[in-house]
């Protein structure tokens, strides 16, 4: 599975990172075929890596270790839930100690728990995945990291594929 983690220094990003303690304030799960699914407001949405990232001054990817069938799994999973609305009182619930498990709204992090979880791919401990920020997912060791470079060779190779598939 790959994670894609970002930043920006829009307001909301600023008071995401501050009450999560973490460097990145979103997260979403880069699929095979190079799109993006990200619980966003106001729904979670299927995208392009372009149109994350431009929303976005920082980012990164990291690659946790799951199985071939694993990733197929979380991939079908994450596509499930797009068009399921955001959980703004989620992101509350992380000042006042709440469980706030929905599986009809997701933030961010959450998706991408509960997309690992769903396939079995435990990266958690059980029962844990309800209340996972972006910076405990970035805490997980991961089998392969990719730095802003890489990424931005990525994302010149999807934009030129892009471009190369509308001229077709």
């Known amino acids: 599975m790959k994670v894609i983690f970002c930043t920006s220094n829009a307001p909301g990003a600023v008071m995401i990172r501050a009450a999560t303690w973490s460097k990145w304030s979103h997260v979403g799960i880069l699929l095979s075929d ?4 990200e619980a966003t407001w106001p729904k979670v949405r299927h995208v392009s890596l372009e149109t994350m990232l431009s929303a976005h001054t920082d980012y990164y990817i ?3 270790e799951c199985t071939e069938a694993e990733n197929a799994d979380i991939e079908a999973y994450a596509l499930e839930q797009v068009g399921k609305s955001y959980d703004v009182r989620a992101l509350f619930g992380f000042l006042v100690h709440r ?30 995945s309800w209340r996972v920020r972006p910076q405990d ?15 931005d060779e ?7 594929e892009s ?6």
Not at 138 to 143: A, D, F, H, P, Q
């Open 154 to 160: 990525l994302r010149a190779f999807m934009l030129n």
């Open 34 to 37: 190079g799109t993006v699914v």
């Open 62 to 64: 990291s690659e946790y």
């Open 163 to 168: 471009k190369e598939v509308l001229a077709a």
């Open 137 to 151: 997912i970035w805490m997980i060791k991961s089998i392969k990291d990719y730095d802003r470079p890489a990424v």
């Open 99 to 128: 469980d706030w498990t929905e599986d009809n709204e997701w933030f961010c992090s959450e998706l991408v728990a509960a997309c690992a979880a769903y396939a079995g791919c435990d990266l958690f401990r059980l029962g844990s």
